[in-house]
């Protein structure tokens, strides 16, 4: 199957005048299918803000070649537009929650006479309802960040491209995100989702890339399944009997709060573990991988830069 998205040996070097070149993008190759939802994560100054860039037509790569439904971004998004929400909205400090949409959608190409029922509908999803004549300079940072996904939700493009977009959203709209997120999906839409939000990119994404200087250092297949490493670190919640926990798990390391990290080489061996605590009357409030698999890949993949 062909790729909705296409990076082939895509490299991008500023040369800022009076400054040294810098190697932004180097030799980055990415696939990204029609169906999937792929993550960008990588430290600062990695490269992500360049590729969603070029991937926007704002920026020509240096070298190698960008293809989205095998056509050059600029021409693709031309012709059928692109879903894109920025890590910060910025709009006219006057416009009120509906003006600013009804903009967007005239501006998007949506038809005149589907719009105020189609701004309706999304200020109801994302919570603006009661917002709609509020104007932009009022709003909060997470009122901004909702209107913005709104906006790259307007029009039922392809690819959607949401960049931090979970900045500035309180705990029960992060949790509405996933939902909203999960509903976007579709077989022949790709979402790309740049975040420092690892928990975020695990929760949301198929495919998680890593990039490090520039570099595609690994792409993370993202399961649910925990981690089996030949020695893994879990957390381990102790709601009563925590002295215990030397008997079985003599290297229990206290992370205050109740939380106890212990190493177990299996599953097997962190549930017979967990036995032995129950039948010495521990009781566990909860159990969990001390770091996802997710924040493990990131760490092997990102190399520390001194
Ligand atoms: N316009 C520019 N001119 C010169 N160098 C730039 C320019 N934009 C980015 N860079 C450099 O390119 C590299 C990649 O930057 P980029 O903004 O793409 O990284 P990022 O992964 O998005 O970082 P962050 O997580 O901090 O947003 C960095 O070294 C950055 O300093």
Redesign the pocket.
């Known amino acids: 199957m062909t790729p909705l998205i296409e990076f082939r040996g895509v490299g991008?070097r500023?040369?800022?005048p009076l400054?040294r070149p810098?190697?932004?993008?180097d030799d980055v190759w990415l696939d990204v299918h029609a169906g999937e939802v792929l993550g960008i994560a990588?430290?600062?100054?990695?490269?992500?803000?360049?590729?969603?860039?070029i991937l926007l037509g704002y920026l020509r790569p240096s070298s190698g070649v960008v293809a989205i439904d095998g056509q050059e971004p600029r021409t693709y998004i031309q012709r059928n537009g692109i879903g894109y929400l920025s890590?910060l909205i910025d709009v006219d400090p006057r416009w009120t929650v509906r003006e600013a949409l009804t903009r967007f959608a005239t501006l998007g190409g949506v038809l005149d006479a589907q719009i105020p029922l189609r701004s309706h509908q999304l200020m109801e999803k994302l919570g603006l309802g009661d917002l709609a004549d509020r104007k932009f300079k009022h709003l909060s940072k997470g009122n901004k960040q909702r209107l913005g996904l709104a906006q790259a939700m307007l029009r039922e493009e392809r690819v959607l491209i949401l960049d931090e977009p979970t900045h500035g959203l309180d705990p029960l709209w992060l949790m509405r995100f996933r939902g909203i997120v999960a509903e976007l999906r579709r077989p022949g839409r790709a979402i790309l989702i740049?975040s420092?939000n690892l928990e975020e990119l695990e929760r949301l994404c198929d495919r998680v890339a890593i990039?490090d200087r520039?570099r595609v250092s690994r792409v993370v297949e993202v399961t649910r399944v925990l981690p089996q490493t030949a020695e893994s670190l879990w957390r381990i919640t102790v709601a009563r009997g925590a002295e215990q926990l030397a008997h079985v798990f003599p290297e229990a390391e206290d992370l205050g709060r109740g939380d106890w990290a212990v190493y177990a080489a299996t599953l097997d061996a962190l549930n017979a573990g967990l036995a032995a605590l129950i039948a010495r009357g521990v009781l566990i409030a909860g159990v969990a991988p001390a770091q996802s698999a997710l924040e493990l890949e990131f760490h092997d993949a990102v190399t520390e830069v001194a």
Not at 42 to 53: E, Y
């Open positions: 991008m500023y040369a800022p400054r810098v190697t932004a993008l990588g430290p600062n100054g990695a490269g992500k803000s360049t590729l969603i860039s890590e740049a420092h990039l520039g």
